[in-house]
Structures are given as structure tokens and as C-alpha cells.
């Protein structure tokens, strides 16, 4: 039950925290491409795969501030479901060069930044 309360907890600040680097990125970067998703999905990846690595590997952290972290924070932060809206909505737009950027982007880049966060945590 505990675990259960620090995952909510994780994922509060976790969604709050994408929300605002989504708005803000729409700020910067404009809104052509969803920058936002893309962002913490490849922020997200990188400290996925950091945390997880460097909590099983190196350092003990009891369960309930792990899973807090990992899937309460991690798992809000970064969300496939709105990447998967956003780029068929891209598509309806007719924006077809925009919405496989979009897919090629964040699997490619997720990917690449979950294997450095591992990387580094390991090195």
C-alpha cells in the first residue's frame, strides 16, 4: 500500500513536470511538431535508464522510492499514448512528412538516450 502511495505521488509531479516542458517548448519552439512529447520522451529515456541502472546495479533504494521515481515520476513524465495522438493527429493535418519525423525522432532518440543513460550509470 505504501509503494502504491509513493507511485501516486511520483506521478503527480511527474505529469505536472510534462505539462510544463510541454507549454514551455510550444513557447520556444513553436508548435509545427509536438516538441513537448518529444522532449521528455527523450529526457525520460535517458534518466530511465540512468535510475533504473544505477538503483539495480550500484546503489539500494528501497522499492517504494524506486517505483516512486521510476514509474510514478518516469512513467507520468513520459507517456507513449500522448506521442501516439499527437502523431496521428499530424497525419489527419495531412502533415505526413511531420508525423514520421515525429515517429523516426522519438523512437530513435529515446532509444539512443535510454542506452547512455545505462551507459553512463555503468561507467
Do not use: C, Q, W
Not at 94 to 107: P, Q
Amino acid at each position: 500500500m505504501v509503494k502504491l502511495l509513493f507511485i501516486g505521488i511520483g506521478g503527480f509531479f511527474g505529469a505536472i513536470s510534462r505539462y510544463v516542458v510541454a507549454k514551455i517548448s510550444m513557447l520556444i519552439l513553436g508548435n509545427n511538431i509536438p516538441f513537448g512529447t518529444f522532449i521528455v520522451n527523450v529526457v525520460g529515456s535517458f534518466l530511465l535508464g540512468y535510475f533504473h541502472t544505477i538503483t539495480v546495479e550500484r546503489i539500494f533504494l528501497p522499492d517504494y522510492l524506486r517505483f516512486a521515481l521510476s514509474v510514478g515520476f518516469l512513467g507520468a513524465f513520459t507517456t507513449f499514448s500522448t506521442f501516439s495522438v499527437e502523431t496521428l493527429m499530424l497525419f489527419e493535418d495531412n502533415a505526413y512528412i511531420f508525423g514520421l519525423l515525429n515517429i523516426f525522432a522519438n523512437f530513435f532518440f529515446t532509444l539512443l538516450s535510454a542506452y547512455f543513460g545505462i551507459y553512463l550509470a555503468r561507467s
